[in-house]
């Protein structure tokens, strides 16, 4: 049979080769015994002796037969250590280059991630004296030469301070996400809980007029960055006050969690809630799942925190029901 690629299958040559090997023992072994038999029964008349001669032949070819089936054994254990060897070499060598790969993909990832948060940042920061300049020329001519400016001339140039406020806003958004990515960190234990305290009482002075019911788990501590840890949970902790705006009363907890097993952080609120259906974009900078004259905001700030959390080797969730209010959950990548 013709085979493509010129040789048979490895299983069908050792197939053919213990049938061969089998086909030739058992012929030797015929003709031995019928042979040896025979000189036997020439030789020999005398019982005893004939007995004598059948159990040294025995011996014989007891004797033989065992060396051969060493010598075979031998040979085939020696082919299958090589054989072992071999596929282990070239899984080892197959392993090693996989890793070389994945290392390289991963560096020039890693620097091209670099490469954009540092255009980014350049650009932005470039970006803000003509944006400050746009803002301040168009505040001075509503302030110096509003008797002179008619009234739709006077809706644009507030047009024109609205539009750059809020471009001015979204930079310095660019400019702390790409912070993040910035710089070393420095871990230390730090107390979550009192990071969270502190930032909903900023909230409450801001607007005591709310009604907000808090609740925070006392001493909850991780290892990480202080100062990333708290630009991420002031966001959380922004974030479940502003989306609970219309919970009367208001509801935000802080307290210890499990994540899929692991030690976690969850803070949650009672508010408008997203649906998950959405939830793939709530991550992403300058994506939001609600409309800016419901809340407004930027779309940075889950993006800052995600980025924050990453960078610590931890995890980020969420989870949400519309107008039931949203839970994140997080760890840090560190014993909790």
């Known amino acids: 049979m013709n085979w493509p690629g010129s ?6 040559r050792t197939s053919t080769a213990a049938i061969r090997t089998v086909a030739i023992y058992v012929i030797v072994a015929i003709a031995w015994i019928t042979l040896s038999d025979l000189a036997v029964d ?10 004598r001669a059948n159990l040294i032949k025995g011996w014989l070819f007891v004797g033989v ?24 070499e070239l899984s080892r060598r197959q392993q090693s280059e996989l890793e070389e790969k994945v290392a390289q993909r991963t560096a020039e990832l890693q620097g091209a991630n670099q490469e954009l948060d540092s255009f980014a940042y350049a650009v ?3 970006l803000r004296a003509p944006l400050r300049a746009m803002n301040g020329f168009s505040e001075a001519l509503l302030e110096d030469h509003r008797a002179e400016l008619s009234e739709p001339a006077r809706a644009h140039l507030d047009q024109i301070r609205i539009a750059s406020s809020r471009m001015q806003g979204l930079i310095d958004g660019l400019l702390a996400l790409s912070r993040v ?9 730090v107390n979550l809980s009192e990071i969270v305290k502190q930032s909903l009482h900023v909230l409450q002075e801001r607007d005591p007029h709310r009604q907000v019911e808090v609740g925070i ?23 479940a006050w502003k989306y609970s705006v219309g919970a009367v009363p208001a509801i935000i907890r802080f307290h210890a969690a499990r994540l899929d097993g692991e ?3 969850c803070i949650s609120d009672n508010g408008a809630g997203f649906d998950m259906r959405h939830i793939d974009g709530l991550f992403k900078p300058f994506q939001r799942l609600h409309r800016q004259d419901e809340f407004p905001g930027l779309g940075i700030g889950l993006a800052t925190v995600q980025r924050i959390i990453h960078r610590h080797g931890g995890r ?7 107008g039931q209010g949203a839970r994140f959950l997080f760890t840090t990548g560190s014993r909790s």
């Not at 040789?7 to 069908?12: A, G």
């Not at 990515?181 to 234990?189: C, F, I, P």
């Not at 202080?226 to 974030?239: I, T």
């Open 316 to 322: 980020i969730t969420a989870e949400a029901r519309p």
């Open 181 to 189: 990515t910035r710089g070393a960190l420095e871990r230390s234990e």
């Open 65 to 88: 037969t065992g060396v051969l089936l060493y010598a075979l054994i031998t040979r085939l254990v020696h082919q299958i250590n090589q054989l072992v060897h071999q596929r282990q």
């Open 7 to 12: 040789e048979p299958p490895r299983q069908l």
């Open 263 to 265: 030690p976690a952080f």
């Open 217 to 239: 788990e006392p001493d909850l501590i991780a290892e990480g960055d202080p100062r990333m840890l708290a630009a991420a949970l002031d966001n959380l902790a922004d974030n």
């Open 42 to 51: 020439a030789l020999f008349s005398d019982p005893a002796h004939m007995v």
């Open 124 to 126: 932005s920061h470039d």
